[in-house]
């Protein structure tokens, strides 16, 4: 019977070993956010069981890495919008950074103006290591593209010599302000 016993301990520690190690396999995913019918706050039917914990304390859904494509996108054109600039520092930058922005307006000390008409500038972070620089400059340049790796040291854009770098001064999801430590000047980035 002891025999029998450690047969069955064995069988369940086996399975119990096998459940946890799947679990801890897969990919962490955000769940679908809940329609009307699945209980949403604004659908009345109550929260959302996905979010409760035990208590029913709220639980932020895991995150989920972002991806960029190392491309300067020039089949979309320029944008051109002002946005609002950003007022504070929204976010975890080395997340905030993934991803492609435009250089829509600079300030060299006399308020924001925009880009110039002919000139297309967009930097591209596939992550927080690299950088594509993308340049259409009429008379100068026609879609030039350079990557480098780069340092995200606090929010200091670290470039390899000999280019000066920027201090991301601001930022949210999708505005940022640098300040270029090449002329102190600020550019204004908007996400494409």
Request: proline share 7%; charged share 20%.
């Amino acid at each position: 019977m002891t025999l029998r016993v450690r047969s069955v301990a064995l069988s369940i520690l086996a399975v119990a070993a096998l459940t946890l190690a799947g679990c801890a396999a897969e990919p962490a995913t955000r769940a679908p956010e809940p329609g009307p019918s699945q209980g949403s706050p604004t659908s009345g039917g109550g929260e959302r069981e996905s979010e409760l914990g035990v208590e029913g304390a709220e639980v932020a859904p895991p995150l989920v890495a972002a991806v960029q494509e190392e491309d300067c996108g020039w089949g979309s054109p320029k944008l051109f919008a002002a946005p609002e600039l950003p007022s504070g520092t929204e976010g975890a930058l080395d997340v905030v950074l993934v991803g492609a922005w435009q250089h829509t307006h600079f300030d060299t000390g006399a308020g924001y103006e925009p880009v110039g008409e002919g000139t297309d500038v967009r930097y591209v972070f596939p992550s927080t290591e690299r950088i594509l620089y993308c340049q259409d400059v009429e008379g100068a340049t026609q879609q030039a593209q350079n990557a480098a790796a780069f340092t995200l040291d606090g929010t200091e854009i670290v470039l390899p010599a000999p280019a000066s770098g920027y201090a991301v001064v601001a930022w949210d999801a999708n505005t940022m302000v640098w300040q270029n430590h090449r002329d102190g000047s600020h550019y204004l980035l908007q996400r494409r």
